[in-house]
């Protein structure tokens, strides 16, 4: 069993910053990626921003130069650092990771339960 759990939401005012984090816990061999989605009410879920690793990063063009995401690796945790935060950027923030699993061996694409983030205007 593979765990995330998202911490770091909240509300904040327009043109702030959060970070949200997410830890995966469990019998976890390697982890392929990790990522943030987010869906607000009456829409979709996106994606917001990935992270491969042993390649790099990607993030929607919505965030691009607002929001960053990373990873600790010996930690199996990443982070999204989110700047000038805008009231459309209200949403659930959900983390998601692939990754092998011991000892089967096996991939799994893992959810969290999300954390909520409101920007007032």
């Known amino acids: 069993q593979v765990q995330l759990v998202e911490s770091g939401g909240g509300l904040v005012q327009a043109g702030g910053s959060l970070r949200l984090s997410c830890a995966a816990s469990?019998?976890?061999?390697?982890?392929?990626?990790m990522a943030w989605y987010r869906q607000a009410p009456g829409t979709q879920r996106e994606l917001v921003a990935a992270?491969?690793?042993?390649?790099?990063?990607n993030l929607t063009d919505s965030v691009k130069g607002r929001f960053t995401i990373s990873r600790d690796n010996a930690k199996n945790t990443v982070y999204l650092q989110m700047n000038n935060l805008k009231s459309e950027d209200t949403a659930v923030y959900y983390c998601?990771?692939?990754?092998?699993?011991?000892?089967?061996?096996?991939?799994?694409?893992?959810w969290g339960q999300g954390t909520l983030v409101t920007v007032s205007s």
């Open positions: 469990g019998r976890i061999f390697s982890i392929n990626a």
């Open positions: 998601n990771a692939g990754l092998v699993v011991a000892p089967s061996h096996t991939y799994l694409e893992v």
């Open positions: 992270i491969i690793s042993g390649r790099g990063t």
